[in-house]
C-alpha cells in the first residue's frame, strides 16, 4: 500500500514537472525571432543618421548567431508627437523590442507607457531620459556614451595643442580668447561637454578669456551663421573654437572659409565625434582634433542587448551599470591616430 502511494506521487511530481516544462516553452518572450522597431529623432543629423546605419547593421549581424531579425526604421524629423504615433506603429506591427532615440529626452513617458502595455522592452539610446523616468519600469535600458568624458577629452587635446604650439596665442597676452558653439539646450551632451571641456584647460594651466557663445543644435549651417556672427564682432581676436560636435566645428570652418581669412589670422577648432566628415577634416588638418563617440561600440552593444531581451537568453552576461545602463567610453582621435578611424579599420 504505501509502496502504491509513492509510486502516485512519484508520477504526479513527474506530471506536474512536464507541464511546468512546457508552459516555460509558452513563453512569449523566449524566442529567436527579433522585430526590432528603431525610432530616431532625427535623421538629418549627422551623428545619428550614422549611427543608425550602424545599428542595422549590428542588428542584422545577429542572423550569424542564428537569430531571424527584421528591422524598422522611423525617423521622427524633430516631432515628439510624431515619435510617438510611430512607436504605436511600431509596437502594432508587432515589434518585439524598441530602440528608441527620443526627441524630447525630458518626455519620454507616453512611449514607456505604449511599451509597458504590450510587455515590449525599450533600448533608449544617445540622448538620455532622466533617471526618474528610466525607472517607471523595469525594462527600460539605455545606452550612450558619459558627456563629461567627451568634454574632458576634447579639454585635454586643446591645451595639449595650446601648450605645443605657442602661435595659437596670437595676439600674445599669455590668454586664449575663445567662442563655444553649443549642441541642444537641455541635452546632456551640450552643456555637460562645455563645463568639462573648459574646466580641462583652466586644470591645465590655460589662461582662458570667453569672447562669446552661441547655441547651434548641433547644426552645421547654424553653426556657419552663428560663427559669421561672431566673427563680424571679434573680427581676428579669435583664438580657439570649442564645438560641443563635428558638424557645428565645421560650420565654424565654413564661417572661416567664406570670410577669407588669411592662415595665420586662424583660430584652432575642436570638434567631439568622429563623423566621416569630422575625421576627414582632422585628416586634412582643418580640425585640429576630435573625440570619437563610438557608434559602432554602442550599436554592437545594443544589438547583444536587445537579442538578450527578446530571446531571454544572456542578459546576465551583459554588464550594467545601476542595472539598466552601458555606457561606452569617448576616446582622443588627432592627426597622428586619425587613419586607424577611417575606411574600414573602425
Ligand atoms: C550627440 C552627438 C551630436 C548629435 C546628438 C544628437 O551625442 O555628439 O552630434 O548627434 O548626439 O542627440
Ligand atoms: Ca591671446
Redo the contacts with the bound molecule.
Sequence with gaps: MKVKNIQTSVIIIFMAFLFLCACEKQQPDATDQIYVGVAS?NQS????SQMVSCLKEELEELENDGFSVSVTIRDAAGSQRTQDDQVEELIDAGCNVLCVNLVDRSNPSEIIDMARENNVPVIFF??EPVAGDMMQWDRLYYVGANAWQSGMIQGQLAAEAIKENPRIDRNKDGKIQYVILE?EPG?Q?AIIRTENAVDTLKNYGIQLEKLSCGIAN?NRAQAQNRMSQMISQFQHNIELVLAN?D?MALGAIDAYQKSNFTESALPVFFG??GTDVGLAAVADGTLSATVY?DKEGQAKAMAELAAALVSGKGLDKIEFKKEKYIYLPYTRVTADNVGEYMGDVK
Design positions: 529623432y543629423d549627422t551623428f545619428i544617445n540622448r549642441g541635452h551632451d548641433w560636435n558638424d567631439i565625434d563617440n
